[in-house]
């Protein structure tokens, strides 16, 4: 084209009067590699446009797997997150209903019952802080039922003690 349409511009110079022979250049040489040279761009711009369709193809399919890894991994960590709170709780709930059932025995005057084990350190500290609640109580229970049949400054058995006993031998 470009040679095409150098040659017809040196024609028009040549005889500026009379174009003739500068229009048949154009016909002939420079309309026809112009044509040449767009039906080239606009086979460029197609290929191009191709090669367009074809990385945009790849970025949406790339990026629904992006979509599915990302789903796949939320779902994946919801449901770890549940398991482990699950577990958690577990670990927890099942040691405080043993603590529950240990208190509601000492508060019905019993003291000899097993101490619940396991658990977390937490319940474990709450689980020992009742035992020694327990043996708090026990202690200080048997050392008024010892005031309350014995002597204090002798040891020996008082009135009460010697009552109890007489009713307990009637009874029998």
């Known amino acids: 084209f470009d040679s095409a349409?150098?040659?017809?511009?040196?024609?028009?110079?040549?005889?500026?009067?009379?174009?003739r022979d500068a229009t048949k250049a154009m016909v002939e040489k420079?309309?026809?590699a112009l044509e040449t040279m767009l039906a080239a761009i606009n086979d460029l711009v197609r290929a191009q446009a191709a090669a367009a369709d074809e990385h945009t193809a790849e970025l949406t399919a790339a990026q629904e797997t992006s979509k599915r890894r990302?789903?796949?991994l939320g779902i994946s960590g919801a449901l770890v997150g549940f398991l482990l709170s699950w577990?958690?709780?577990r670990s927890i709930a099942?040691?405080?209903g043993q603590t529950v059932q240990f208190a509601d025995m000492?508060?019905?005057?019993?003291?000899?019952g097993i101490l619940p084990s396991g658990g977390p350190r937490e319940v474990?500290?709450?689980t020992q802080a009742f035992d020694r609640m327990r043996a708090g109580i026990a202690s200080r229970e048997e050392r008024i039922s010892e005031l309350a049949?014995?002597?204090p400054l002798t040891g020996l058995p008082n009135r009460s003690l010697f009552t109890d006993r007489l009713r307990q031998a009637i009874a029998n």
Not at 5 to 19: K, N
């Open 87 to 89: 577990l958690i709780a």
């Open 149 to 151: 049949y014995r002597d």
């Open 124 to 126: 474990q500290a709450l």
């Open 30 to 32: 420079t309309m026809p």
């Open 5 to 19: 349409f150098t040659e017809t511009v040196e024609l028009i110079e040549l005889d500026p009067d009379d174009p």
């Open 106 to 112: 000492i508060a019905g005057g019993r003291f000899d």
């Open 70 to 72: 990302i789903l796949f």
């Open 94 to 96: 099942g040691p405080l």
